[in-house]
Structures are given as C-alpha cells and as structure tokens.
C-alpha cells in the first residue's frame, strides 16, 4: 500500500511537471512576434498582377508590422519544394493580439469578401518567432 501511494505521488508530480513547460510555452508564445503566411491558388483565366494589386491592401492594416508578397520562385523543381500556388503574402506582427485584431480589421475582410471568388484554394501557416 505504502508502495502505491508513493507510486501515485510520483505519478502525480511528474504530470504536474509535463504540463509546466506547455503552459509555460504559450505565455511566451503570447508574447512572441507572429508570422502569418497565406499561399492561394487562382483560379483559370484570374490575372495575377490584378490580384496582388487588390491583394496590396492586406498590408496596410492596422496592425501589419511588415508586409511582401510574390509568386512562386524559379528555383530548382524538388520534392519538398511546392510550385503549385499562384501568389503568397507573408505578413509580420509584433504580437498574436495584433494578428487576432487583424482577422477582424475591415480592410482585411473587404479583401476577402471581394476576392474570395478569385481563388480556387488558400492556405495558412502562422507561427511564432
């Protein structure tokens, strides 16, 4: 008996300690610039240039720190390498807050609701640095 409960106390403080560094993490990830990268693929017969001249505004949001855009680079056709998008916006925030005030900010959703038919698919990839 006196075996198990220090079997379960153990137990109990190691736990304890597992999460310790995951809630730690997400405090300073709260804390911590943010990256937000948005990859879409056109639809046919849509011209590119006209859509990042539209896609331009997204980086005179409010609360945008730094903003660039391209196409897909010539480099080297490669397994892990993907080709297939038609234009990609990386956009810089000083904190997660500013990224969630972005979601909401009016030029963003104008952009979204003028264009959304513009493409085919989108994906994003937002991490911390």
Not at 72 to 77: K, L, N
Not at 79 to 90: E, K, N, P, W
Request: hydrophobic residues 40%.
């Amino acid at each position: 008996m006196n075996s198990r409960r220090k079997f379960l106390q153990t137990l109990t403080v190691a736990g304890a300690a597992a999460t310790l560094p995951i809630s730690l993490m997400a405090e300073q990830a709260e804390k911590q610039k943010m990256i937000h990268q948005v990859f879409f693929w056109l639809k046919e017969g849509v011209d590119t240039k006209d859509f990042m001249k539209e896609a331009s505004v997204l980086g005179k949001c409010k609360t945008v720190d730094s903003f660039y855009m391209g196409v897909p680079a010539p480099t080297e056709a490669r397994s892990v390498v993907d080709h297939s998008y038609s234009v990609a916006c990386t956009l810089f925030f000083k904190s997660i807050e500013d990224q969630d005030y972005y979601q909401t900010d009016p030029m963003h959703l104008a952009f979204i609701e003028k264009n959304s038919n513009k493409w085919a698919s989108v994906k994003v990839y937002d991490f911390v640095i």
